[in-house]
């Protein structure tokens, strides 16, 4: 009994204390360190990405296709770009054009529609 007991108590310690040696390690925080460093380079050159896509003043729908998506960006691509509406104008006919057709007929009082 007190076999298992002294075996059990060295194999915790052992397992607690190679715990404990992976977290304190170097080597774990030189990587913690290095990852950190090249999370903070990917974010830097985004934003710088993103700076240099406003002020070359491309975009488009493109731009708005990528992300954006919220009223007031979309307000103001409209604002600076009014040949967008132009563009989009036959699309909003043919979808004018597809509400107005007629709807279906009702057959759920005729025999002949109903599901048997």
Request: proline fraction near 3%.
């Amino acid at each position: 009994m007190e076999q298992e007991i002294i075996l059990v108590l060295i194999l915790l310690c052992s397992s607690i204390g190679f715990f404990v040696g992976s977290i304190v390690s170097p080597s774990s925080r030189m990587k913690s360190k290095e990852i950190q460093y090249w999370r903070g380079l990917t974010g830097d050159f985004k934003k710088q990405l993103k700076t240099e896509k406003r002020n070359s003043g491309e975009g488009g729908i493109d731009e708005l296709l990528a992300g954006d998506f919220s009223i007031g960006s979309i307000l103001k691509l409209v604002k600076n770009n009014p040949s967008i509406i132009s563009d989009l104008k036959p699309a909003l006919d043919l979808l004018k054009g597809s509400m107005n057709q007629s709807k279906l007929q009702d057959f759920s009082k005729d025999e002949k529609g109903r599901l048997r």
